[in-house]
C-alpha cells in the first residue's frame, strides 16, 4: 500500500503540505482532486522521489514499480508498437540475456520469468492498447516522427499502461484523447490490476473508473470512500454542518462581546465581563474549507434570426483534392445544442472549420443567414494569444471604443481578474488562458458557437461554470468535447461523423459509450429503432413545428405576466381605493382578474408544449 504519513513540504516560500496524511490500499483506483494550484502535481513527484520532503515519509512496497506519463514520445524512427514494447524495460532486458544467456540455471530462471510476466503475448497486448487509443494496424507500424505531438503523448500514455507499473500516477491523461479513446481508457483502467492515480477533471472518468477519492485542501489529504458523485454529496453535507456550526459560533461571540461592551468598564460587572472576554478567547474559530469561487461565464445575448441559421444540401468538404466529408444535408437553428460523435481523423475538426467559415466547400450548396455571427474556439487557439500581450492589450484591440473599467469588468465574466487582467500570456495558467479564449470567441455575441474541446486545462468549477453559461446562451451550440458530463448536460442533439458522412445518431451517449466498448445494452432496456429512410426529415419538421409552438407559448406568458406586474403595480396604489375612485379600481381588478385567467391557460399551453417537444426528441 502507499502510505503518506504526516508530510510537509513548501515550494518557492508557499506551502502546500503541513501535516498531511493518507493511506491507499493496494489495487485501489483513486482519483486525486483538488483546486488548481493546491499541489496534486507535486504530490506526484514527491511520491516518485523528485523532490524531498521537509517533513513526514512517503512508504511503498519494497521494490514496487512507480509509472506515470511525464513526457511524450521523442519524434524517432522507432515504430509505435515498438515503442510501446520497449516500455516494459523488464521484459526488454530479460529477452536480451534470453539470446546471451549460457548457464543453464539462469537461463531457466530468465524463461520463467518470462512466463510470470507474459512475455509472449506482450505484442499483442500493446496493439490492443495502442487500438484503445485511437492507433489503426497500419497506424501501429508508422515511426513515431510521422505524428505530432498531441498522438506522441497517446504513445507514451500506451506504453506506461503496457509496463503495468504497480503504482500508476497519471495526471490528466484524458486531455488529449478524443471521446472514444477516455471512454476506453476509463474501462482500462477500471479493470487494471494495481494501485491507481488519477488527477483529473473529468466527472465522468472519476465516477466510472475509481473507487476513490483523495482530496486535497488546507494542505492536507483528506480520503473519500466511492466515486466523485459521492464524494461531492458527501462534502457538500459536512460544508454545510461546518458552515451552520460557524453561524452559531458567531451568534455566541456577538453575545459575549454585546455584555462586555456594555459593562467592562462598570465595577459592579467588571469581573463578570472579563470572564466572557476569556470565553471569547477560549472559542476555537470554525473555519470552513477554502472555497475555490466560482469562475462564471458570462456570454452576451445575440439577437434572434428567423431559422434556419446554416443550412446544407448535399455538401462536400476537404483540403486540396482530398475529400473527407460528402453528402451532407443538414441543417442548424438558433436553439440547437449539437455534440459531434466520432473518432479521431473522421472529420468532425473539418466540419467545425467549414461551419465557421475557415474551409470553403468542394461541392453542394451550403447557406448562411445574412446576420449570422459564428464563435470559434479550439485548443490550437491558446498557443495563437499574443504571448506578451495581457488579457487586456487582446480585448483593447477588439473592444478599443470600451473603457478600461468596462474591458476589465467583461474580462471579470469569464473568471480573469485584476491581477490576471494585466499578466502577460506567457505566464497565464492553462485554464486562465483557456477562459482568456472562450471570451475572446464570445465577444460578439455570436448566433452560433462551435466549441472544439472547450474544457481541457479547466478545473471542476470551470467546467460546472461553463455548463450554466452554454444552458443560459440563447445562441446555437456546436460541441466537440471527450466529457460525457458535459455533452450529457448541454447537448440534445448528437450527430455521429463516420465513413465520411455525417447524421444524426439515433442512441443516446450511454447507447454510443456501450457501442464504442461494444458491451450489449443492460438487461430489460430496449435500444431505440433506427429511423427509417426518409422518416428524418418528416421527424425534423415536426420538432421545428413544436419548438415554434413553444416558443409562441413562452412569449405569450412573458407577455400575460409582464401585463400582470403593470396592473399589481396599479392595484397597489393606496389611491385607488379612495372612495370617489372605487368604480375605476373595480375595472381594473377585473382586468387583473382576467389576465389571471389567461396567465394560467397560457401556463397549461406551454407546458404542454413543452411535453410535446420533449416526447418527439426522445
Keep these: ?187 482500462y483502467l477500471a479493470k487494471y490490476p494495481h494501485t491507481v492515480i488519477i488527477i483529473s477533471h473529468d466527472r465522468g472518468l472519476l465516477n466510472r473508473a475509481v473507487g476513490g477519492i483523495l482530496h486535497l485542501e488546507d494542505r492536507k489529504l483528506t480520503y473519500y470512500q466511492g466515486a466523485y458523485d459521492s464524494f461531492a454529496e458527501t462534502r457538500a453535507s459536512r460544508l454545510a454542518v461546518m458552515e451552520a456550526e460557524a453561524k452559531k459560533q458567531e451568534a455566541r461571540r456577538a453575545h459575549l462581546q454585546s455584555f462586555v461592551d456594555r459593562f467592562r468598564y462598570k465595577a459592579s460587572k467588571a469581573v463578570q465581563a472579563q470572564s466572557r472576554l476569556k470565553m471569547i478567547a477560549r472559542l476555537q474559530p470554525i473555519t470552513t474549507p477554502q472555497e475555490a469561487a466560482l469562475k462564471k461565464f458570462t456570454f452576451p445575448e445575440p439577437e434572434e434570426l428567423s431559422p434556419p441559421i446554416i443550412n446544407m444540401e448535399s455538401a462536400s468538404v476537404g483540403y486540396g483534392q482530398t475529400t473527407i466529408l460528402s453528402k451532407m444535408t443538414l441543417r442548424i437553428d438558433q436553439d440547437d445544442r449539437i455534440a459531434l460523435l466520432g473518432k479521431n481523423g473522421e472529420g468532425k475538426s473539418t466540419l467545425s472549420k467549414l461551419l465557421s467559415g475557415k474551409l470553403d466547400l468542394q461541392g453542394g450548396r451550403l447557406t448562411r443567414a445574412s446576420k449570422l455571427r459564428i464563435g470559434y474556439f479550439a485548443q490550437h487557439q491558446l498557443d495563437e494569444l499574443n504571448a506578451d500581450e495581457t488579457p487586456l492589450d487582446h480585448i ?169 406586474e403593470k396592473l399589481a403595480k396599479k392595484l397597489a396604489n393606496p389611491d385607488m381605493y379612495e372612495p370617489q375612485n372605487l368604480k375605476e379600481t373595480e375595472v381594473w381588478q377585473r382586468k387583473y382578474s382576467e389576465v389571471m385567467d389567461a396567465l394560467d391557460r397560457a401556463e397549461t399551453l406551454w407546458e404542454t408544449a413543452l411535453e410535446k417537444l420533449e416526447k418527439a426528441q426522445a
Design 1 to 187: 500500500m502507499l502510505r503518506i504519513d504526516t508530510i510537509s513540504f513548501a515550494i518557492e516560500g508557499r506551502t502546500l503540505f503541513d501535516g498531511a496524511s493518507a493511506t491507499i490500499p493496494q489495487g485501489h483506483k483513486v482519483g486525486l482532486v483538488g483546486r488548481n494550484g493546491t499541489g496534486k502535481t507535486t504530490l506526484f513527484r514527491l511520491i516518485r522521489g523528485e523532490y524531498a520532503l521537509e517533513g513526514g515519509a512517503i512508504t511503498l512496497p519494497a521494490r514496487a514499480r512507480i509509472g506515470g506519463v511525464a513526457q511524450e514520445v521523442p519524434a524517432s524512427q522507432t515504430s509505435l508498437l515498438d515503442t510501446v514494447l520497449e516500455a516494459d524495460t523488464e521484459r526488454a532486458a530479460l529477452l536480451a540475456e534470453a539470446d546471451t544467456a549460457t548457464d543453464p540455471a539462469r537461463i531457466a530462471e530468465v524463461q520463467t520469468r518470462l512466463a510470470d510476466i507474459d512475455a509472449w503475448s506482450a505484442e499483442a497486448r500493446a496493439a490492443s492498447i495502442l487500438k484503445g487509443l485511437g492507433f489503426s494496424k497500419a497506424e501501429q507500424s508508422m515511426p513515431c516522427a510521422d505524428f505530432s505531438g498531441g498522438w506522441r503523448m497517446r504513445v507514451a500514455l500506451a506504453g506506461v499502461l503496457f509496463a503495468q507499473p504497480d503504482l500508476l500516477l497519471l495526471d490528466e491523461p484524458t486531455n488529449y484523447l478524443d471521446l472514444e479513446g477516455a471512454l476506453w481508457l476509463e474501462s
Design 396 to 564: 483593447r484591440r477588439l473592444r478599443p471604443e470600451k473603457t478600461p473599467a468596462k474591458l476589465r469588468a467583461r474580462l471579470g465574466g469569464f473568471g480573469i481578474g485584476r491581477e490576471q487582467a494585466d499578466t502577460v500570456a506567457a505566464k497565464l495558467s492553462g485554464g486562465q488562458k483557456a477562459r482568456l479564449s472562450l471570451m475572446l470567441a464570445t465577444i460578439h455575441a455570436p448566433h452560433l458557437l462551435i466549441l472544439d474541446e472547450p474544457t481541457n486545462h479547466l478545473d471542476m468549477e470551470s467546467r460546472e461554470a461553463l455548463v450554466e453559461a452554454l444552458t443560459a446562451y440563447s445562441g446555437a451550440v456546436i460541441i466537440v468535447s471527450h466529457d460525457m458530463h458535459l455533452l450529457s448536460l448541454v447537448a440534445d442533439r448528437l450527430w455521429l461523423v463516420k465513413g465520411g458522412r455525417v447524421a444524426p445518431y439515433a442512441g443516446d451517449l450511454d447507447s454510443y459509450r456501450r457501442e464504442i466498448l461494444s458491451e450489449p445494452a443492460p438487461k430489460g432496456q430496449k435500444t431505440k429503432p433506427r429511423p427509417k429512410p426518409g422518416d428524418s426529415k418528416a421527424s425534423r419538421e415536426a420538432v421545428l413545428a413544436l419548438r415554434s409552438d413553444v416558443r409562441t407559448c413562452e412569449t405569450r406568458v412573458e407577455k400575460l405576466e409582464a401585463m400582470r
